[in-house]
């Protein structure tokens, strides 16, 4: 068996990131060979994983990346099995990494897309297999989703302070000048935080599924049974209508301002910059 040097297990740390002992019965095992180690070291990040496929990823961060023209931005989650490992440094950088890698990938979803994409000469798949095989732990993206402008407006991220849970919105304006005033920065940063803390199902009713619709109304028609047809009818339509108002983005009392919706908000917003804006799209990710 080829004798280990101290400075073979010191380099393959350093380009690893893994353990003394590992490196060293990687290198042990590949007879001295580095990147035959290298590879021993990812084989073992993948038999963590597969060992662990059944456990549940509870724990992690969410993670965003805005372009320098503010044209694209991306979110994303990175889950783990604890929380220990959550704040530790190794999965810290790996989802900052995997902030970077979500912006670059050249989809705009599919987290398949997303682990093949590559960031200072690695793919991030195989960068997670290192953490696996770091912490011992399952470790996998939760979720993916990145926005490009094609016209005016902006995007807006909001990542909570515990980085748990943000929201990505696009906000679409009229012309340039109106995605770029400050009343329309400020209230598309406020409605992506009001998302983070409402969890709207949709922007509008345009949005909510006919089945989720049905289904609201044969739980609402079933708490009143036994009272007459046109009744029922009426208290149905009512339950619908608060359902709508709790669910809908846009009909939704602003959290900052419970007196008015988010539509009335983003109207006045707009009307401030002499302009008009809407709400295209938006994402909300939580661990």
């Known amino acids: 068996m080829a004798e280990i040097e101290a400075s073979q297990v010191v380099k393959l740390r350093q380009v690893t990131g893994q353990g003394m ?18 590879e021993i ?51 810290t950088k790996a989802a900052e990494t995997l902030a970077q890698c979500a912006l670059a990938c050249p989809a705009d979803e599919g987290i398949d897309n997303l682990l093949a994409t590559t960031v200072g000469g690695k793919k991030f798949g195989d960068i ?35 980085k748990k849970v943000g929201t990505m919105v ?15 920065k400020r209230v598309a940063s406020d409605i992506a935080m009001h998302i983070t803390a409402t ?8 949005g909510i599924s006919a089945e ?23 208290i149905v339509e009512g339950k619908m209508k608060k359902f709508f108002t709790e669910n809908c983005l846009l009909l939704q009392p602003f959290v900052k301002d419970n007196t008015k919706t988010v539509s009335q908000v983003l109207a006045e917003a707009a009307k401030q ?15």
């Not at 969890?199 to 345009?206: C, N, S, Y």
């Not at 804006?277 to 990710?285: D, I, L």
Request: glycine residues 6%.
């Open 212 to 234: 989720t619709i049905e289904q609201e109304k044969s739980i609402a028609a079933a708490q009143i049974k036994g009272k007459p047809a046109n009744i029922i009818e009426k």
């Open 41 to 91: 070291l990812r084989k073992k990040g993948l038999a963590t994983l597969a060992k662990r496929a059944e456990r549940e990823t509870k724990e992690g961060l969410v993670v965003s990346k805005i372009s320098a023209d503010g044209k694209t931005a991306a979110l994303a989650s990175l889950c783990c099995e604890t929380d220990f490992v959550s704040r530790s440094d190794d999965f």
């Open 273 to 287: 910059a002499s302009g008009q804006a809407c709400v295209k799209r938006f994402v909300r990710f939580e661990v």
């Open 128 to 162: 997670l297999t290192e953490i696996v095989s770091k912490t011992g732990e399952k470790t996998q993206v939760g979720d993916f989703a990145k926005y490009k402008l094609t016209g005016p407006g902006l995007i807006t991220i909001y990542v909570h302070f515990n």
């Open 170 to 184: 696009e906000i679409d304006t009229d012309n340039d000048a109106t995605a770029k005033a400050d009343s329309i």
């Open 199 to 206: 969890k709207p199902l949709a922007i509008d009713e345009k």
């Open 21 to 38: 002992m590992d490196c060293k019965k990687s290198l042990a095992e590949s007879g001295g060979d580095m990147d035959k180690a290298v």
